[in-house]
């Protein structure tokens, strides 16, 4: 044979190599595999009571993350950062953020409270968590437009403070941000807007901003981008009430700014157990 058949033999014969190996990866399976986290306060007499079995079920159910709603004193559920940690990966879990906080402080426990507060995100940062979010103000908060800037300037500052040491501070409403309102404006548009979207984001609470009366797709086109945290809830379970449309919700998830969805259940048909599989059950057949 020719040299130059043999080369033009040897180019065919690469090319069906080539479309051949094309042709298998295109047809490998994509994984399908839902990233959904859950609020462990959604589980708070289970985590009381055995704080490692519930856990290891949290795992077993096919969530990938938890958000911890048990922080005091350094600790994690009476753990310590590290040992809370390897508690959630020995059981498939990420622990990626935590719920807690401390009401707006007075000039005179100023000082106290940012100890407070350093102490918190030094644990939290060991612990490797991606965010800390504070889950309610207090009533300073609401009284007047003067308190909630006290709050948001106290606000600001945490979230310089975790940002320093890699972690993102934000803030979940419920219904009383959107319900309550200064000259005509919901208190939770002044929070944005008096936030610095450089050391605070938003975790929204899908359930509780529509029990205010208002609509979560109308705030992502708003404020684009501010809401990287969703919690996902229902009057009780997922897909309970029938008034909750998750699909639109979840269509809209660029603009928002969303990074991470995490079921939250307060109430329950079920025992909390039941309701958070059957929340994470649900969630697999939306558009998630």
């Not at 014969?13 to 490998?28: A, D, R």
């Not at 500052?157 to 919901?186: L, R």
């Not at 899908?206 to 404020?223: N, P, Q, R, S």
């Amino acid at each position: 044979m020719g040299i130059k058949k043999m080369v033009w033999k040897g180019v065919i014969l690469l090319g069906i190599v080539s479309l051949t190996f094309q042709g298998c990866k295109k047809n490998e399976p994509v994984s399908k595999e839902k990233i959904i986290g859950l609020q462990l306060y959604s589980l708070r007499d289970d985590m009381l009571k055995d704080p490692k079995a519930t856990v290891a079920k949290v795992g077993e159910m096919g969530y990938t993350f938890v958000e911890a709603a048990g922080y005091k004193d350094g600790k994690f559920y009476e753990m310590t950062p590290l040992e809370f940690k390897k508690l959630c990966e020995d059981n498939s879990l990420e622990f990626l953020g935590s719920h807690t906080g401390q009401d707006v402080p007075t000039a005179e426990t100023w000082d106290k409270t940012m100890a407070w507060w350093d102490t918190a995100i030094d644990a939290h940062a060991e612990a490797g968590v991606k965010w800390i979010v504070q889950p309610s103000m207090n009533e300073i908060g609401y009284d007047s437009l003067e308190g909630l800037k006290q709050y948001m300037t106290y606000f600001n500052e945490i979230g310089k403070k975790c940002k320093a040491k890699g972690i993102q501070f934000g803030y979940h409403n419920h219904d009383k941000e959107f319900t309550t309102e200064f000259d005509g404006k919901p208190l939770y548009d002044y929070m944005l807007e008096l936030s610095d979207p450089d050391s605070m984001m938003f975790q929204l609470d899908l359930y509780w901003i529509t029990k205010g009366g208002k609509d979560a797709v109308a705030y992502f086109e708003k404020y684009p981008g501010r809401f990287m945290l969703w919690h996902i809830k229902d009057e009780m379970e997922l897909g309970e009430s029938g008034e909750m449309d998750f699909n639109r919700i979840f269509s809209h998830k660029k603009e928002s700014g969303f990074q991470y969805g995490i079921v939250e259940v307060e109430r329950y048909n079920f025992t909390p157990i039941e309701s958070v599989k059957k929340s994470y059950d649900y969630l697999q057949t939306t558009n998630y």
